[in-house]
């Protein structure tokens, strides 16, 4: 009788969804260690990280960038083609950290919610090598790496789902349809103002914040 109750307990757990990019990693280097790649090979002329990551996060065109480096134009296609190739290649992922605090907020919320990392990523493979060893599998209660699935999809497959975490338009954009709070989150490829445009329950800088919010 007592394990069914505890069984019970657990199966009525609500959920809470949180992205991975930018949300539970920081990206950026990652981002501009492609981007400094691709334009050193073409002899142009990479801006400093801190301006092309503000510049990122600010959803400034690419091609706007590329030219303030002084990439060929005619190579624009290649670019994006390679920078999307490169982008979930193990050495590029590598880069990749865990935000300081994830672990320990994760921790504590897992108390109460059962907590899911929902990616949209491409290579199932060299994602899930990440993940482990990251040991972010053993952090949280599950992951799902939506493939050629939208983010919506994956979402909608998460039972008692409660709040998306996220650091753009995608995850937020789930949660309006699904009905949903979010938090956008301010650590990854979007500011503050960009985040606004689609009404998040709530906007946070950090992941520590994050506890304080959910269990307030």
Not at 35 to 50: D, H, R, S
Not at 109 to 121: A, E, P
Not at 201 to 210: G, S
Request: contains cysteine; aromatic residues 10%.
């Amino acid at each position: 009788e007592y394990i069914r109750l505890i069984i019970s307990s657990l199966n009525c757990m609500r959920t809470i969804g949180f992205d991975l990019d930018g949300t539970i990693l920081e990206v950026g280097l990652r981002d501009y260690q492609i981007y400094y790649e691709l334009i050193t090979e073409e002899n142009g002329k990479a801006i400093p990280f801190e301006e092309y990551w503000l510049l990122r996060k600010n959803q400034t065109n690419i091609f706007t960038i590329l030219a303030d480096s002084q990439y060929p134009e005619h190579r624009n296609d290649y670019f994006l083609r390679a920078r999307s190739e490169r982008m979930e290649e193990m050495q590029y992922l590598k880069i990749d950290k865990v935000f300081d605090d994830v672990q320990s907020v994760v921790k504590k919320l897992k108390r109460k919610y059962r907590c899911v990392i929902v990616t949209k990523r491409h290579n199932w493979n060299n994602t899930n090598t990440q993940i482990k060893v990251l040991k972010l599998d053993e952090l949280f209660d599950d992951y799902i790496i939506t493939g050629s699935s939208s983010k919506l999809e994956a979402y909608k497959s998460v039972g008692n789902l409660c709040l998306i975490v996220g650091d753009t338009e995608k995850d937020l954009e789930a949660a309006n349809c699904l009905g949903v709070p979010s938090v956008g989150l301010t650590t990854g490829i979007r500011n503050r103002k960009i985040l606004e445009r689609f009404n998040p329950t709530m906007i946070l800088d950090n992941f520590t914040e994050l506890y304080g919010y959910i269990m307030e």
